[in-house]
C-alpha cells in the first residue's frame, strides 16, 4: 500500500502534519487535500500546538500542473472546482484553529501552497526556500490567497508587481515582508520550531486563543471567505482557456 499523502502525528499537546507526497514535490491533488482536511478535523479536537511541514526537497509546489493536464478538458473545471474549493477549505481551517500554527518551511512553496504559509502564526523558513507565483507563466488564475490574503500582509502594490512579473521571493525577503518569522539554517530548523514549541506550552491557552480571535476579526474572516470564493470562480474560468492548455504544455516540457 501506498503512503498516505499527508502523515498526522500527536506526541501530547504538540501536533505535526506532514504534507508527504514528496515524489512530486508535495503538489495538490484532491486526494492530498482530502486528506489534509481529515487530519485537521483531529488537531482541532487533540492538540494544543501544530507544526505543518513537508516531506521531500520542497514544501509544496502547488497544484499539480501534470495533474491538471491529464484531465480530459470537459472534466477540468469539475477537477479544479474540487481541488481549489478543498484548498479554500484547508486554509479556512487553519486560520480558524485557536492554537498557534508553526510552519517549518524548507524547499519552493509556490503557487497555491501559500495558503499554507500565510495561515501560519510563526514561520521558519531556511534559506535555500523560496516563493513564487507561476500563475501569469502557466495561465492559470491566482489561488491560494495570492488575492485574497496577501496584499493585506505585504500591500497590494507590491503583491501585484510579484504577480504580474512571476517574481521570486527569496527567503529573506519573505522575513524581511513578514511572511516568515526568521531565516533559520536547515541544521538549526528543527532547534527554533523547539524552541517555540516550548516557549508557546508556557503560555495560558485562553490568552493565546483569545488573541488569535481579536488579531482574525468575524469582517476580516468574510472578508477572506469572499476573496477566496472569487479566486476558485476565476481559476475555474480560466482553466478551460486555450491559453492555459498552450501554457500547462510549455510548463511542463521546460520542467521536464
Given at each position: 500500500m501506498s503512503e498516505p499523502l499527508t502523515l498526522l502525528s500527536i506526541d501530547g499537546p504538540v501536533a505535526r502534519l506532514t504534507l508527504n507526497r514528496p515524489e512530486r514535490h508535495n503538489s495538490l491533488v484532491p486526494a492530498l487535500i482530502d486528506s489534509l482536511l481529515d487530519n485537521l478535523d483531529r488537531i482541532a479536537a487533540e492538540a494544543k500546538i501544530l507544526v505543518l511541514q513537508a516531506a521531500g526537497r520542497s514544501f509544496s509546489t502547488g497544484g499539480d500542473v501534470a495533474g491538471f493536464l491529464a484531465v480530459d478538458r470537459g472534466r477540468r473545471a469539475e477537477y479544479a472546482a474540487q481541488l481549489v474549493g478543498g484548498l479554500n477549505q484547508a486554509i479556512l481551517k487553519l486560520l480558524d484553529l485557536t492554537i498557534p500554527v508553526i510552519g517549518r518551511i524548507h524547499g519552493p512553496v509556490t503557487g497555491g501552497s501559500l495558503g499554507f504559509l500565510l495561515a501560519c502564526d510563526l514561520a521558519a523558513i531556511t534559506p535555500n526556500a523560496f516563493i513564487q507565483p507561476y500563475y501569469t507563466a502557466v495561465g492559470f488564475s491566482p489561488d491560494?490567497?495570492?488575492?485574497?490574503?496577501?496584499?493585506?500582509?505585504?500591500?497590494?502594490?507590491?503583491?501585484?508587481?510579484?504577480?504580474?512579473?512571476?517574481?521570486?521571493?527569496?527567503?529573506?525577503?519573505?522575513?524581511?515582508?513578514?511572511?516568515?518569522?526568521t531565516l533559520v539554517?536547515?541544521?538549526?530548523?528543527?532547534?527554533?520550531?523547539?524552541?517555540?514549541?516550548?516557549?508557546?506550552?508556557?503560555?495560558?491557552?485562553?490568552?493565546?486563543?483569545?488573541?488569535?480571535?481579536?488579531l482574525s476579526s468575524p469582517e476580516r474572516r468574510v472578508a477572506v471567505v469572499e476573496g477566496l470564493e472569487a479566486e476558485k470562480l476565476s481559476f475555474?474560468?480560466?482553466?478551460?482557456?486555450?491559453?492555459?492548455?498552450a501554457g500547462m504544455a510549455r510548463f511542463l516540457a521546460k520542467s521536464a
Amino acid at each position: 500500500m501506498s503512503e498516505p499523502l499527508t502523515l498526522l502525528s500527536i506526541d501530547g499537546p504538540v501536533a505535526r502534519l506532514t504534507l508527504n507526497r514528496p515524489e512530486r514535490h508535495n503538489s495538490l491533488v484532491p486526494a492530498l487535500i482530502d486528506s489534509l482536511l481529515d487530519n485537521l478535523d483531529r488537531i482541532a479536537a487533540e492538540a494544543k500546538i501544530l507544526v505543518l511541514q513537508a516531506a521531500g526537497r520542497s514544501f509544496s509546489t502547488g497544484g499539480d500542473v501534470a495533474g491538471f493536464l491529464a484531465v480530459d478538458r470537459g472534466r477540468r473545471a469539475e477537477y479544479a472546482a474540487q481541488l481549489v474549493g478543498g484548498l479554500n477549505q484547508a486554509i479556512l481551517k487553519l486560520l480558524d484553529l485557536t492554537i498557534p500554527v508553526i510552519g517549518r518551511i524548507h524547499g519552493p512553496v509556490t503557487g497555491g501552497s501559500l495558503g499554507f504559509l500565510l495561515a501560519c502564526d510563526l514561520a521558519a523558513i531556511t534559506p535555500n526556500a523560496f516563493i513564487q507565483p507561476y500563475y501569469t507563466a502557466v495561465g492559470f488564475s491566482p489561488d491560494g490567497g495570492w488575492t485574497a490574503l496577501l496584499p493585506a500582509r505585504i500591500g497590494a502594490a507590491k503583491a501585484r508587481e510579484i504577480q504580474l512579473l512571476n517574481r521570486r521571493i527569496t527567503a529573506a525577503e519573505a522575513v524581511r515582508l513578514g511572511l516568515a518569522t526568521t531565516l533559520v539554517e536547515p541544521e538549526n530548523l528543527d532547534e527554533t520550531i523547539a524552541q517555540w514549541v516550548a516557549a508557546l506550552l508556557d503560555k495560558r491557552p485562553q490568552a493565546m486563543c483569545r488573541t488569535k480571535k481579536l488579531l482574525s476579526s468575524p469582517e476580516r474572516r468574510v472578508a477572506v471567505v469572499e476573496g477566496l470564493e472569487a479566486e476558485k470562480l476565476s481559476f475555474i474560468e480560466q482553466i478551460d482557456s486555450e491559453e492555459a492548455q498552450a501554457g500547462m504544455a510549455r510548463f511542463l516540457a521546460k520542467s521536464a
